[in-house]
């Protein structure tokens, strides 16, 4: 049989062919990934009191600490930004923006063999009064507001999420820096708060476990209620880009989520529909795992996000952002943040941590 592929795509085709293992055909080890930080930047009490979160607009960028007076950090999405070694992201290759109806086809082979591969996990049992435990590595960029900005000290976090239906205001639990910080969300009306349901902006298992794992539907779905979120906020029309804000999104639900097989598979699927998404081949983690990447660039805000797997077995390993060009925040290439899942799994109370007996994830 001849071989009808030739010139730029035969040697794509042939680069991501060294570049991935052959398909598996067996189970692989466990694993998958968490990450990234949603954060939320919001005036507090004088004291530094951060206990109380309000919810920010969903879309996720990167990670910026401020640390003049009355700006903190919190959030319902919080994720993990982390850091190690260089300081400087390898340059950007030209990523396919513009009129495309999917993903460039190296990105959509890599996506399909990840959604193969995490279609094979085990499905978890988890009930709505338990809740979903990652512990990670985070870092993320620190600097006046306007100026250059560079990465924070790595550190490690834990995180307690709720799986109740809801509405729900206490969502759930930090553990950073020797200090526990209960993440509440919810408005005042009147005398009575308002919690969160499970959904978009708290995606516990079993929603997760709900959403269609038809790719194309399910991309659908995502677009229908980012764009009913955005007319609640009053986006501008001009501060949207419907591939950046998919991307974002099943990046969100990929981080500090236990994800069901099915989901995930469909998610890697439905992204690989997404312009703009290209193959980022090689991705360092927050704890220094190479691995090949699946990135989309920002080109509003002028950065790059990569979504990072293990290049042999295609687990989730972490994410990193980088600039894209030269901007206040610093120089082209400059890292924004990077992050390593280390563990996940379901636990029954608010500071208990995985046993030994118990079903976990670890990387």
Same mark, same amino acid.
């Given at each position: 049989m001849n071989d009808r592929t030739s010139g730029p795509e035969r040697a794509e085709h042939e680069e991501l062919a060294r570049l991935l293992p052959a398909p598996a055909e067996r189970d692989l080890p466990p694993g998958r990934h968490l990450h990234h930080k949603d954060t939320l930047m919001h005036l507090i009490d004088e004291d530094g009191d951060r206990t109380t979160a309000s919810p920010r607009p969903r879309l996720l960028r990167p990670a910026v600490l401020l640390p003049a007076a009355g700006l903190a950090l919190g959030g319902v999405l919080l994720t993990t930004l982390a850091v190690t070694g260089q300081d400087r992201a390898p340059a950007p290759s030209a990523a396919a923006t513009g009129s495309l109806a999917t993903a460039p086809r190296g990105a959509a082979v890599l996506l399909d063999r990840v959604a193969s591969v995490a279609a094979k996990k085990g499905e978890q049992k988890v009930t709505d009064d338990q809740f979903v435990y !990652?512990? #990670?590595?985070? #870092?993320? =960029?620190?600097?006046?507001? %306007?100026g250059p900005l560079k990465l924070t000290e790595p550190s490690e976090r834990e995180v307690w999420m709720s799986q109740k239906a809801g509405p729900v205001i206490d969502v759930g639990l930090i553990h950073e820096d020797g200090s526990y910080f209960p993440i509440t969300v919810g408005v005042p009306d009147g005398e009575t708060p308002v919690g969160y349901p499970a959904g978009l902006n708290r995606p516990t298992y079993t929603w997760l476990a709900s959403l269609p794992t038809d790719p194309d539907v399910l991309l659908r779905r995502l677009t229908t209620e980012i764009t009913r979120d955005q007319d609640a906020r009053d986006t501008p029309a001009k501060e949207r880009d419907q591939a950046q804000d998919a991307f974002d999104t099943i990046g969100e639900l990929l981080r500090e989520t236990l994800m069901p097989p099915k989901t995930a598979a469909a998610l890697y699927k439905a992204a690989a529909k997404i312009p703009g998404v290209t193959v980022d *081949?090689?991705? !360092? $983690?927050?704890? &220094?795992?190479? &691995? @090949? %990447?699946?990135?989309? $660039? $920002?080109?509003? =805000?002028?950065?790059?996000?990569?979504? @990072?797997? $293990? *290049? #042999? #077995?295609?687990? +989730?390993? %972490?994410?990193? *952002? +980088?600039? @894209?060009r030269d901007t206040s925040m610093g120089k082209k290439g400059t890292l924004l943040n990077k992050s390593a899942v280390l563990e996940r799994a379901v636990v029954n109370a608010l500071r208990e941590k995985p046993s030994a007996e118990e079903p976990s994830t670890t990387t």
């Amino acid at each position: 049989m001849n071989d009808r592929t030739s010139g730029p795509e035969r040697a794509e085709h042939e680069e991501l062919a060294r570049l991935l293992p052959a398909p598996a055909e067996r189970d692989l080890p466990p694993g998958r990934h968490l990450h990234h930080k949603d954060t939320l930047m919001h005036l507090i009490d004088e004291d530094g009191d951060r206990t109380t979160a309000s919810p920010r607009p969903r879309l996720l960028r990167p990670a910026v600490l401020l640390p003049a007076a009355g700006l903190a950090l919190g959030g319902v999405l919080l994720t993990t930004l982390a850091v190690t070694g260089q300081d400087r992201a390898p340059a950007p290759s030209a990523a396919a923006t513009g009129s495309l109806a999917t993903a460039p086809r190296g990105a959509a082979v890599l996506l399909d063999r990840v959604a193969s591969v995490a279609a094979k996990k085990g499905e978890q049992k988890v009930t709505d009064d338990q809740f979903v435990y !990652v512990r #990670t590595l985070q #870092t993320g =960029s620190e600097g006046e507001l %306007g100026g250059p900005l560079k990465l924070t000290e790595p550190s490690e976090r834990e995180v307690w999420m709720s799986q109740k239906a809801g509405p729900v205001i206490d969502v759930g639990l930090i553990h950073e820096d020797g200090s526990y910080f209960p993440i509440t969300v919810g408005v005042p009306d009147g005398e009575t708060p308002v919690g969160y349901p499970a959904g978009l902006n708290r995606p516990t298992y079993t929603w997760l476990a709900s959403l269609p794992t038809d790719p194309d539907v399910l991309l659908r779905r995502l677009t229908t209620e980012i764009t009913r979120d955005q007319d609640a906020r009053d986006t501008p029309a001009k501060e949207r880009d419907q591939a950046q804000d998919a991307f974002d999104t099943i990046g969100e639900l990929l981080r500090e989520t236990l994800m069901p097989p099915k989901t995930a598979a469909a998610l890697y699927k439905a992204a690989a529909k997404i312009p703009g998404v290209t193959v980022d *081949s090689d991705a !360092v $983690d927050a704890a &220094g795992r190479h &691995g @090949i %990447g699946v990135a989309h $660039d $920002d080109t509003r =805000s002028g950065w790059r996000t990569a979504w @990072i797997f $293990d *290049s #042999t #077995t295609l687990e +989730y390993l %972490g994410e990193r *952002s +980088y600039l @894209i060009r030269d901007t206040s925040m610093g120089k082209k290439g400059t890292l924004l943040n990077k992050s390593a899942v280390l563990e996940r799994a379901v636990v029954n109370a608010l500071r208990e941590k995985p046993s030994a007996e118990e079903p976990s994830t670890t990387t």
